[in-house]
């Protein structure tokens, strides 16, 4: 075979390989001190003889600055809160006008950061819709337009539906009702908010799964997900109610809090990104985790088997533990895809084991290492249409239970 071909062909087969599963190395270490984080100035930006105002003054906003260019164009400026940092540029802002008109809003991100979420509007800030108006991308720079008629009526818009962490604790509220458990406050963050913990099941089982979400700020499609994926377990068929019987549930539905309701890319008002702090736990948030953990797992014949840590990227992908290294329920995560798939066929996971050696800087290294957990970070896609999300997410709460109570002696 000519050379060229054969390295043609190869090449084929790498690229079929990569769409499926490919070995990732482990997260790199990175220092996990205190680093300081820009907060915004807060307020209502007004324009002298001007008749649209902007306002970043509530939870989950970011907005770092606005231009009024012309009478109907508004620049603006969207920061992270430090760097080096992820580009998930959130932003979040309210908009409302004197008189009902068309604008334009630009986007414009800091250096090397390019646009990345839809925008979302809404009414009422409970209440979201994608924006389907025409937009459009700077070809020349990273900027991002938009069309918006505004008015009197306040109109929200974010980069994801507003989901901060006072919604978090009222839902949390919802699923203490409902699983009748109370909501635990695990630790404080850094500014003082609380991390909360629910567990819910059989309280003496040993058989324990656990499921967390919201490490990184602007990540709400893994909240969606996981909140679903929670509302499932708690219905009263006969599946859940046999699957609460035998295991019990940790939840812990925030772990960042203040990084949510500050509006950051990523990190925690700590300014680090928290999943890569489960080796050193120099943050509040991590700890209280860590500490809960050892207390709830002290006694050695609790097993933690399973683990889901809900998280949100371009594209849906699960990162596995290793199949080649025994957790205590080896091979669990895959058949877990595939059961899923089977009801929802139109999902096409990418499935990728993580090398999980040396020092643990994230929830399923840590996990993994320290209680043999088989974790997955499930990363949901920014894009997905939400009603396909929850449906998924339900299906896949399901495929878990059949799963576990059929995989794991009594
Ligand atoms: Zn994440």
């Known amino acids: 075979m000519p050379k060229i071909i054969a390295v043609a062909l190869l090449l084929l087969v790498l690229q079929s390989t990569n769409a499926q599963s490919l070995p990732q190395n482990a997260a790199r270490l990175v220092q996990t001190y205190n680093r300081p984080i820009q907060q915004q100035w807060k307020g209502v930006f007004s324009f002298p003889g001007g008749d649209v105002w902007f306002s970043n003054n509530f939870p989950g906003a970011r907005v770092s600055g606005v231009a009024r260019v012309n009478d109907s ?6 920061t992270s809160e430090n760097t080096p940092v992820n580009a998930s540029p959130w932003y979040a802002f309210k908009v409302w006008s004197k008189r009902p008109q068309q604008i334009v809003i630009k986007l414009t991100y800091q250096q090397g950061v ?5 925008p979302w509007i809404s009414k009422n800030g409970q209440d979201w819709s994608l924006l389907t108006q025409e937009s459009e991308r700077d ?12 008015g009197a009526d306040t109109t929200w818009v974010a980069a994801q539906e507003l989901s901060t962490s006072a919604d978090v604790q009222r839902w949390a509220n919802q699923v203490s009702k409902k699983a009748g458990v109370p909501v635990t406050v695990i630790g404080k963050s850094q500014w003082g908010k609380p991390i909360n913990a629910l567990k819910w099941g059989n309280q003496q089982s040993c058989s324990r799964i656990l499921l967390m979400s919201r490490q990184h700020s602007p990540e709400v499609t893994g909240q969606i997900a996981q909140k679903a994926f929670v509302e499932r377990l708690l219905e009263n068929d006969a599946l859940a109610k046999q699957f609460r019987q035998r295991f019990l549930v940790y939840l812990l539905p925030m772990l960042n809090p203040d990084g949510v309701d500050e509006g ?25 985790v860590q500490q809960y953990l050892q207390r709830e797992l002290a006694n050695t014949d609790n097993k933690l088997l399973f683990a889901l840590d809900f998280h949100s990227t371009q594209e849906e992908i699960f990162f596995i533990v290793d199949p080649k290294q025994k957790s205590l329920l080896p091979g669990f995560s895959q058949t877990w895809i595939q059961a899923t798939q089977q009801q929802v066929t139109d999902l096409k996971p990418v499935i990728r084991p993580l090398v999980s050696e040396g020092p643990s800087y994230t929830s399923l290294s840590y996990l993994f290492q320290t209680y043999g957990t088989e974790t997955i970070v499930h990363e949901l896609s920014d894009n997905s249409p939400r009603e396909w999300l929850i449906r998924k997410s339900k299906a896949s709460a399901v495929a878990m239970m059949q799963l576990l109570l059929n995989q794991v002696p009594e």
Do not use: C, M
């Open 73 to 78: 164009l508004y620049t603006l400026l969207i």
């Open 114 to 118: 390019n646009h990345r979420y839809a």
């Open 139 to 150: 070809s020349a720079t990273p900027d991002y337009s938009f069309h918006l008629r505004v």
């Open 264 to 288: 950051t890319w990523r990190h925690s008002a700590g300014g680090v990104d928290l999943n890569r702090d489960w080796y050193a736990f120099n943050q509040p948030e991590t700890k209280a």
